[in-house]
């Protein structure tokens, strides 16, 4: 077996976690018609350019629209909150949680939220998840 053929490729970088603790996402930005993708590609979804740049976006961003997910994959505790949300023009979709666990119910639109590094389920893998403000925004247990 050649070198070549045992060699693997690394995993992209999702996310890197600021001093403050906020997840900034890594995403790459099309230069010839400016569309982010996220996970980071080499090749433009839209336009086909191979001119694309790596940048960070978030970890600020607003609810799109939620839900309660109340029948779920078995290594998941249900209910959860699942949002769609917006963050520097980039629409991802995160589990919703509030001081570690996930938040009571779901979130309006246009709530703000930040991405924060935590985990799902009873997975150890690390990922990020939106943490909504003190009050919870929650509208609808
Ligand atoms: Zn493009």
Known sequence: MSDQAMTRRAEPELFVVGDDGGVHLVVSRCARCASPWFPARAVCGSCGSAEV???????????????????????????????????DGLRVLAPVQAEGRSASGSLAPGTPVRLVAGAVGDSAVPTYVARPPIDGGDHDA
């Open 53 to 87: 740049t790596a940048e960070r976006v978030g970890p600020e961003g607003t609810v799109y629209a939620s839900t309660m997910v109340r029948i779920g994959p078995p290594a998941f505790e249900t209910p959860y909150c699942l949002a769609y949300l917006d963050v």
